[in-house]
């Protein structure tokens, strides 16, 4: 799953949750999508936490290739791992956010008087969320950039 379209999903469901938490739903359970979402939610923590740990192995591999006495093929290999280590720590903050609303789901499930409390808690994570996510696409951004530039010098390099 690509790191947009996760990205995507985190974004529909906080907003679907704002929209919950916001709204005074039936107390009818049938009615209510909220053990729904927070199930939607438990799978998309899943899938995060395999995603997160598929990163890890590769992340492992590439911290056991022996260096390159080439600078610039060690170069690659060094952006490389930082893109590979900031789309999992990317990750990791997408799955805590998950975790974040899960609870606070659950918690005005079982008391829905908190729901201003929550609501409130919710928007505020939600702002740090959308900041943070914007700086790592600027980090990766950033590396694409450079090893773009690497590479391109590298092959240059045994082309001449």
Known sequence: MSVSRITNIFALVLTLTMGIIGSSLAANEEMHPLPSIISDIERQIAELTINIEKISDRIKFLHEIPDSKDPLIQE?????LRGWELHQEQWKVQRDGLRFTEELLRKVQDHPEEKPE??????GRLKEF??????YRQQ??????LRIESEVKLIEQYLR
């Open 140 to 145: 990766r951004a950033g590396i694409e950039v």
């Open 130 to 135: 959308k900041e943070t996510m914007n700086d």
């Open 118 to 123: 929550a609501l409130q808690a919710w928007l």
């Open 76 to 80: 690659v290999r060094n952006l490389d």
